[in-house]
């Protein structure tokens, strides 16, 4: 109950198309939906987050789009660029819980030029 | 402002050595946090802290111990390193609001 699924674990896309990384959640506790961006070599680094009373939220080029009773939510990236290439990793957490996140599998992501 | 900070980066050791992983932050957090990180397998919590004197089991804690002496250092021991625990080990901190984390640079270890 504690996991969070998320695919696909690799993706190819063309600069300017629109990728999209999916995640599925099972515990409805979960009140708190970040997701990460990580560059070969680096630590990850917050991109953007949701909370589960809203069902999308942009960012710039980034959109989540959450769907609570399906329990998914997943990332788009607008206009895509090579330099997005990198490990998306989407997160959830519960708020009493310490602030444990939970992190999905990842996916890599390469965009060609 | 360095954020946080791990050391050392790259490290190698034998079976059934000890080392001690160290995170420092300088942003006042509350939380602290270490995670491996290994191929398909996303980041896993191993341990936690939620305040100075306090530490928590995360997903996979075998192995492994933690100490929080001061609230801006975060230690990660290996008592006895086995190959399985061959793994990049990122360290992260937070307020204790869910507003994400600001993670390390990593520490690549390899146990031969």
């Known amino acids: 109950q504690q996991q969070v699924k998320q695919s696909p674990q690799s993706l190819i896309v063309q600069k300017g198309g629109i990728p999209i990384i999916n995640c599925a959640y099972e515990?409805?506790?979960?009140?708190?939906f970040p997701w990460y961006q990580q560059f070969p070599g680096k630590g990850p680094a917050l991109l953007i987050a949701?909370?589960?009373?809203?069902s999308e939220k942009k960012e710039g080029r980034f959109t989540i789009s959450f769907n609570k009773s399906a329990k998914q939510f997943s990332l788009h990236i607008m206009d895509s660029q090579p330099g997005d290439s990198a490990t998306y990793f989407c997160?959830?957490?519960?708020?009493?819980?310490?602030?444990?996140?939970?992190f999905g599998q990842g996916t890599e992501l390469s965009v060609k030029p | 402002n360095a954020g946080v900070t791990q050391t050392p980066k790259f490290r190698v050791l034998k079976t059934g050595q000890s080392m001690t992983l160290l995170c420092a932050q300088d942003?006042?957090?509350?939380?602290m946090y270490w995670y491996r990180q290994d191929p398909g397998m996303g980041l896993r919590l191993i341990h936690y802290?939620?305040?100075?004197?306090?530490?928590a089991k995360g997903e996979v804690p075998d192995g492994y111990n933690v100490s929080r002496l001061k609230k801006q250092n975060f230690l990660l021991g290996l008592e006895s390193a086995a190959p399985s625990q061959t793994s990049v080990y990122f360290c992260?901190?937070?307020?204790?609001?869910?507003?994400?984390?600001?993670f390390g640079s990593g520490t690549r270890l390899t146990v031969v």
């Open positions: 992260a901190s937070s307020y204790p609001q869910l507003v994400g984390y600001t």
């Open positions: 515990n409805t506790a979960f009140d708190y």
């Open positions: 949701i909370r589960p009373d809203v």
């Open positions: 997160a959830a957490s519960m708020h009493n819980q310490g602030g444990k996140l939970i």
């Open positions: 942003m006042n957090h509350e939380y």
């Open positions: 802290s939620v305040g100075e004197g306090t530490t």
